[in-house]
């Protein structure tokens, strides 16, 4: 874990809202002179407090507006099938993440497509092909209520 300050915590903060806020405005809203917020950012960024930067597209304008959680038990947890199959979905185009569960199933994958008809052809060309593959329980999410990507620092 990172030793992270009061003010470094306000860098993360301003830079999870507007990760195109220039050095100068974050220098500003901070009270840092630019230069000694420039050093700060790239120490945060070279502690890995700062993992990469980002656009957030709206599913909905690019027509992936509908989420599906598909949770997924394996046959075993054999390591090198949880390897296997680890690989094998990260090439699936759709999945937005994948995280593996302790309890009744052993991935959680969060999959985003056009419509239902998209999901079936992603659950059946690769989904269900999946190394290991047993059970497969697809849940279409109606409505978002909650979706942050910033992290709560204070």
Do not use: K, W
Not at 58 to 68: E, K, L, Q, T
Not at 122 to 148: C, K, M
């Amino acid at each position: 874990m990172i030793d992270l300050d009061t003010v470094d915590r306000s860098i993360l903060q301003n830079l999870q809202d507007d990760g195109r806020m220039s050095n100068t405005d974050l220098a500003e809203t901070i009270g840092l002179s630019p230069s000694a917020c420039h050093r700060r950012v790239r120490r945060l960024e070279a502690e890995g407090a700062i993992e990469r930067y980002a656009a957030l597209v709206n599913r909905d304008a690019v027509g992936r507006g509908v989420s599906v959680f598909v949770e997924i038990s394996l046959e075993s947890q054999r390591e090198e099938l949880l390897d296997e199959f680890e690989a094998a979905v990260q090439g699936i185009p759709h999945v937005m993440s994948c995280h593996l569960m302790a309890g009744m199933s052993d991935y959680l994958v969060h999959v985003t497509c056009e419509d239902v008809a998209g999901y079936e052809t992603i659950h059946r060309e690769h989904i269900a092909v999946l190394p290991g593959v047993t059970r497969v329980r697809s849940s279409f999410a109606i409505r978002t209520v909650a979706d942050t990507t910033s992290l709560d620092l204070g």
